[in-house]
Nanobody, 122 residues
Framework: QVQLVESGGGLVQAGGSLRLSCAAS????????MGWFRQAPGKEREFVAA????????YYTDSVKGRFTISRDNAKNTVYLQMSSLKPEDTAVYYC???????????????WGQGTQVTVSS
């Protein structure tokens, strides 16, 4: 099964940018759809973005469209989330996970990493 490690979180001001990375091992990276989720304090984990193994199919939740960009480098077994125009509402722990298909449903994903904290100040 795939093992994932997130990194790149930090503290930024509203309107700023940040790029998260998710390194995969233990399973063929290119065989999986990769997704990003986030969980804010007191809230349920929510879907953010996903990309199919080929990179041809991408899905974003409405709240991040136009601001976040998901990408992947299969040669490096890494998926990225480039975040711009950050808002305080984006503050959360961000997780990556793998799925067999392009989906927004948490139950379809596995191999959750430890998460990386993103804090956006107002």
């Amino acid at each position: 099964q795939v093992q994932l490690v997130e990194s790149g979180g930090g503290l930024v001001q509203a309107g700023g940018s940040l790029r998260l990375s998710c390194a995969a091992s233990g399973r063929t990276f290119s065989s999986n759809t990769m997704g990003w989720f986030r969980q804010a304090p007191g809230k349920e984990r929510e879907f953010v973005a996903a990309m199919a193994r080929s990179g041809a199919s991408i899905y974003y939740t409405d709240s991040v469209k136009g601001r976040f960009t998901i990408s992947r480098d299969n040669a490096k077994n890494t998926v990225y989330l480039q975040m711009s125009s950050l808002k305080p509402e984006d503050t959360a722990v961000y997780y990556c996970a793998a799925s067999d298909g392009l989906t927004k449903w948490e139950s379809d994903y596995s191999g959750w990493g430890q998460g990386t904290q993103v804090t956006v100040s107002s």
